[in-house]
């Protein structure tokens, strides 16, 4: 099965620092790549879509330039938390859209999230 | 604005019954309803995932059930193991843009 992968998987970092997490697609192309936020015990929250070569697209309610999305390539996109505070630690989940997979003329895989802990 | 909506929260089976987790969406124009598992600490799998105009989908264990003129499908595990307990999320995606039901945490008795 088509494989993507996040770095870190676990990240710590103190109050006011920027922290970056990779996802990135390990066997095939990604034109477009999501990412979102998963409190404990909940549903995951799409923050934004990110597509390659052009600005993501972000939910309402979710802050562009907190959250910083770069879809340098087709198979790298990269969320920066800037200037973290400690609400926003959580689960970051990123996933890819593979086209034509199967039966599917686009299947959705997820990466294995990153826990982000601002002290 | 919850699009899919998702039941039940939490479930209790016992080893070898049959688990069904149901849910229902709002928007006709999805076109992909994938099926995810969740450990704790790791991102969704996917699991299982049907078109519209298919009705049953099944791999395994794993049946997903689709009726369409009601905006409902389900997943049926059968013969539920105790490795099977996780959490559960259905989705519905419109192009890759997808929205989640809220999950359902499944535990397996042995």
């Known amino acids: 099965g088509a494989v993507v992968s996040q770095h870190p998987s676990r990240v710590i970092c103190k109050s006011g620092t920027s922290v970056k997490i990779e996802c990135r697609s390990l066997?095939?192309?990604?034109?477009?790549m999501f990412w979102y936020r998963q409190f404990p015990k909940q549903s995951l929250m799409l923050m934004a879509t990110?597509?390659?070569?052009?600005?993501?697209?972000?939910e309402q309610g979710v802050e562009k330039d907190k959250f910083l999305i770069n879809h340098a390539s087709l198979t790298l996109s990269t969320l920066t938390v800037t200037s973290a505070h400690p609400e926003d630690s959580s689960f970051y989940i990123c996933?890819?859209?593979?086209?034509?997979?199967?039966?599917?003329?686009?299947?959705?895989?997820f990466g294995p999230g990153t826990r982000l802990t601002v002290t | 604005q919850q699009q899919v909506k998702q039941s039940p929260q939490s479930l209790i089976v016992q080893k070898g019954g049959i688990s069904i987790i149901n849910c229902a969406y709002e928007?006709?124009?999805?076109?992909?309803f994938p099926w995810y598992q969740q450990f704790p600490g790791k991102g969704p799998a996917l699991l299982i995932a049907?078109?519209?105009?298919?009705s049953e989908k099944k791999e395994g264990r794993f049946t997903i059930s689709f009726n369409k003129s009601a905006k409902q499908f389900s997943l049926h595990i059968m013969d539920s193991q105790p490795g099977d307990s996780a959490t559960y999320f259905c989705?519905?995606?419109?192009?890759?843009?997808?929205?989640f039901g809220a999950g359902t945490r499944l535990t397996v008795k042995p």
């Open positions: 996933s890819a859209i593979r086209p034509g997979g199967g039966d599917f003329s686009y299947e959705q895989y």
């Open positions: 066997d095939f192309q990604a034109t477009t």
């Open positions: 990110s597509n390659e070569g052009s600005k993501a697209t972000y």
């Open positions: 928007n006709t124009a999805f076109d992909y």
């Open positions: 049907i078109r519209p105009d298919v």
């Open positions: 989705a519905a995606s419109m192009g890759g843009d997808m929205r």
